[in-house]
């Protein structure tokens, strides 16, 4: 159990950054999905509750700021819902 609990918190079972993405952002943060097989883009989803081993995916308080960052609300296109019209453009001139 002992080890269970410390692969857990280390850096390699990655939900130490999880845990503390959730207490920084005070609700359960998104994360990056990274790029689908076929005709994908980089997308962010909901993170789930609970997950053996996250790894060291990066993690944001909302929609919005994963947005911001350049990940999609949408797996095989670009799309932006929660930005303004110059936002989009702004991120994806940066792509």
């Not at 995916?57 to 019209?85: I, K, Q, V």
Request: charged share 20%; net charge negative; glycine share 8%.
């Amino acid at each position: 159990m002992l080890v269970l609990l410390l692969l857990d918190l280390s850096p390699l079972g990655g939900n130490s950054y999880y845990y503390y993405s959730w207490i920084r952002c005070g609700e359960q943060p998104v994360h990056s999905k990274g790029v689908g097989l076929i005709n994908g883009v980089p997308h962010y989803e909901n993170s789930p509750k609970f997950a053996f081993v996250r790894g060291t995916t990066p993690y944001f308080c909302n929609e919005r700021e994963a947005e911001l960052a350049g990940y999609s609300a949408d797996a095989s296109d670009y799309s932006f819902p929660n930005l303004s019209d110059d936002e989009a453009r702004s991120v994806l001139e940066k792509k």
